[in-house]
């Protein structure tokens, strides 16, 4: 019996999480059946329990690879600092990531990949096995993001007298507020880049001392 490649292994896969995001994101986490996936991907259930045991697995699967990606944005838009504004590679980096993330689930409404982020936050409450995948993936994400802030607050760019963990604490609580207001209320777009630089000034602080 001829091998089969790690290649077809891995695009199998690939065919199955695109096939359950398109899914996901047009139907939601709990209005979509392993049916839906098989029709989706043109697969038998078979091919696709070979690689996901159910759809927990799947939801697991989908949320981890797009907080993986939006991860790596950042870590690589984090390597221009302190060459150009905070507020501009936040802007611009979760703008272009909601666009891409969009783009593989099949839409071009960019609040689709917002509306997907939000399911998987709500599955957080019920799933502890998802809630620990995210838990990793945001200290990730917080660890290389105080990396980034030390270094505008070196450049006095941000003030220097609050520790950058703190700093990176708020900024990603405004970067989910966002996500949360692109999902609900459709409407949001360039207020982000606008007001984070007015927050990000440090010439707006009259205490600040730069």
Request: glycine share 8%; proline share 3%; hydrophobic share 45%.
């Amino acid at each position: 019996m001829a091998r089969v490649s790690q290649a077809h292994l891995d695009a199998r896969r690939r065919q199955i999480l695109d096939g359950a995001r398109r899914c996901f994101t047009r139907n939601g986490f709990h209005a979509t059946s392993m049916q839906d996936v098989f029709k989706e991907t043109g697969l038998s259930s078979g091919a696709v329990y070979r690689y996901f045991r159910g759809k927990n697995e799947l939801i697991r699967a989908v949320a981890e690879e797009a907080f993986d990606r939006m991860r790596l944005a950042f870590e690589s838009a984090g390597r221009e600092a302190p060459l150009r504004p905070l507020d501009e590679v936040i802007d611009g980096v979760l703008t272009r990531a909601l666009e891409e993330q969009a783009r593989r689930a099949g839409t071009d409404r960019p609040g689709a990949f917002a509306e997907l982020i939000l399911q998987v936050w709500s599955e957080t409450l019920r799933d502890e096995s998802l809630a620990a995948t995210l838990h990793a993936l945001y200290d990730r994400m917080r660890v290389m993001w105080v990396v980034v802030v030390r270094t505008y607050q070196d450049a006095g760019h941000l003030r220097a007298d609050v520790p950058a963990d703190h700093v990176v604490r708020v900024l990603m609580a405004l970067i989910q507020g966002f996500i949360v207001q692109r999902a609900v209320f459709k409407d949001v777009g360039g207020e982000l880049s606008s007001g984070l630089r007015a927050l990000l000034s440090p010439e707006a602080d009259p205490h600040y001392r730069g």
